[in-house]
């Protein structure tokens, strides 16, 4: 079936780098792909999202990028900060066919100060 | 707008029991989806509702099941709990239309002894 790999699925770097994840998908249908963010025991929210449109979306420190041919996308963030510590989920979904909405299995992302 | 509620926060069942959660959407938004989270696998999509139908279901045994009132209001119910079934639960709401974004109630956290 269908499914969304996430990796690292730790990442620890220094306040003031950057963190990059990545996320490979399997159903050549997607076309939207959110990012959500989940601080410790609260909701996952969302972050950014990108549409197979485009190849790319900043939002101040936060960007995706989206390479479809080779059917992954990825997440950065520059300028790390200790606040940036949580979990990262990756999903891809799709506007066509049958309902699907599938999520990778997260980046714990660790912001040493 | 109010955000996506859940209600009951937290739960303790038995082995055995049944359980119903309840998940009330953004005003408007006319889709409703479920996922258990658990810290080795994820979030894992359970099923989804859109004016009162269930559009699709995930991997999921036959005890868990779910509806949609005309509200948009949706319950999860869990037949038969096993030790396994713990876990977060939540609930993500959308207009409707697919692959648009999705926003995350608080949850709630299930756990059978």
């Known amino acids: 079936g269908e499914n969304v790999e996430q990796h690292p699925s730790t990442l620890s770097v220094q306040e003031g780098d950057s963190a990059v994840i990545k996320c490979t998908y399997s159903d050549s249908a997607s076309n939207y792909f959110p990012w959500y963010e989940q601080e410790l025991g609260k909701r996952p929210q969302l972050i950014i999202d990108?549409?197979?449109?485009?190849g790319e979306k900043k939002d101040q420190r936060i960007a995706v990028t989206l390479n479809k041919t080779a059917k992954h996308f990825s997440l950065h963030i520059t300028e790390t900060q200790p606040e940036d510590s949580a979990v990262y989920f990756c999903?891809?979904?799709?506007?066509?066919?049958?309902?699907?909405?599938?999520f990778g299995t997260g980046t714990r992302l660790k912001v040493l100060a | 707008k109010a955000g996506v509620t859940q209600t009951p926060r937290y739960l303790i069942k038995t082995r055995g029991q049944q359980v119903t959660l309840s998940c009330s959407p953004i005003s408007g938004h006319r889709s409703v989806s479920w996922y258990q989270q658990t810290p080795g696998q994820g979030l894992q999509f359970l099923f989804e509702y859109f004016s009162e139908t269930q559009r699709n279901k995930g991997n999921f045994p036959g005890r868990f099941s779910g509806r949609q009132f005309s509200n948009s209001r949706s319950e999860m119910n869990v037949s038969t709990l096993e030790l396994g079934d713990s876990a977060l639960y939540l609930c993500a709401s959308s207009l409707g239309g697919i692959a648009e974004t999705q926003y995350f109630g608080p949850g709630t956290r299930l756990l059978v002894l």
């Open positions: 999903a891809a979904s799709r506007t066509s066919g049958t309902y699907k909405y599938i």
């Open positions: 990108i549409r197979s449109n485009v």
